[in-house]
């Protein structure tokens, strides 16, 4: 049985009449698209918190560190009332094995990144929603993204990578983990790592040669905070082609001169953004399938998520 894929999303992305005006915020990319991999626990902090739709609109004031929930017009201070739901939301969250979270752009509860925080009636887009920074305090390493960033296709693949990414820890962890396991799924990520983050693939490999003088729980507790902040770092054109081109120094002795010419061409030109990552990828794969390679096969760089969602089909 293969577990759920569960993230949370603000509900109004899920097309729920949850907002301030009594409407919703309906993305289908959300619903439709990753719908289809993804089970969504929803959640609207000022319906959860015990307010009603349509409700008066509120905002954040005050220091972007530590802001005040403000009603624009009557001015009722509802932060309290906020910071009570986040944390007893929080707790429920922590049952739902969550592998990522996509909020609300803007949202004074909700927001992520750059909340307009007024002060003397001056905006700044400096701070987060309530309870987006109090999901971010109690699982920092959760891929987390706004819906309004999905449009972006780097920051879209990023995002979905690292939820995939984390599901497979997560069931890695389910396994009965130990060092030798650990050392498997270390190099069956190898090729992934060193697509966003070389040095940190290379703290990883120090910590685990070193694992067995490391009591278990806590090598895999430091693991897990290189492997998830290593993915946050976005896989460049030129990290991306610098694996392109170590995977293609296993077939050294199987490729004609023609064959070769023809495979560092296309690398070439997907270096100069002429073509997909999908093109040499799909190259490459056929060789690996025809020289059957089977340590390329094992590794996760070759597929991180499903092919349907055509992640590395854009320019």
């Known amino acids: 049985m293969t577990v759920p894929i569960v993230i949370g999303v603000s509900a109004c992305l899920l097309g729920e009449h949850v907002r301030y005006d009594g409407g ?70 922590e049952g739902r094995d ?21 002060n003397n009636g001056q905006a700044q887009k400096s701070g987060s929603g309530l309870f987006a920074a109090a999901v971010f305090r109690r699982f920092p390493l959760l891929p987390m993204e706004e819906e309004g960033r999905l449009n972006d296709s780097d ?13 497979r820890w997560k069931d890695f962890l389910a396994e009965k983990p130990s060092i030798g396991r650990l050392v498997e799924f270390h190099t069956g990520n190898k090729l992934l790592m060193m697509a966003h983050s070389p040095q940190i693939y290379r703290e990883m490999g120090t910590l685990v040669a070193h694992g067995g003088e490391i009591k278990l729980a806590e090598l895999l507790q430091r693991y897990e905070g290189f492997f998830m902040k290593g993915l946050a770092l976005h896989a460049t054109v030129k990290k991306n082609t610098n694996v392109l081109q170590h995977i293609m120094g296993y077939f050294k002795q199987q490729l004609s001169d023609d064959e070769k010419a023809e495979l560092l061409e296309i690398i070439r030109q997907y270096h100069d953004r002429l073509l997909p990552l999908i093109v040499p990828m799909t190259l490459l794969r056929h060789y690996i399938n025809k020289y059957d390679q089977q340590y390329l096969k094992g590794q996760v760089y070759l597929a991180p998520h499903p092919a349907q969602l055509m992640l590395r089909n854009h320019v």
Request: charged content about 30%; aromatic content about 12%.
């Open 98 to 118: 969550l592998c990522g979270f996509i909020f609300k752009k803007d949202s004074p509860s909700s927001g992520l990144f750059r909340v307009k925080v007024y």
């Open 155 to 167: 920051l879209r693949e990023n995002f979905i990578e690292r939820v995939f990414s984390y599901r």
């Open 24 to 93: 919703h915020k309906h993305d289908r990319y959300i619903t439709d698209t990753l719908g289809a991999y993804f089970t969504f626990v929803p959640v609207c902090p000022e319906v959860g918190c015990g307010l009603p739709t349509p409700r008066e609109a509120m905002r954040l004031e005050g220091d972007p560190a530590a802001p005040r929930l403000m009603t624009r017009q009557s001015r009722i201070d509802r932060t309290e009332q906020m910071l009570v739901y986040c944390e007893e939301k929080i707790r429920e969250l």
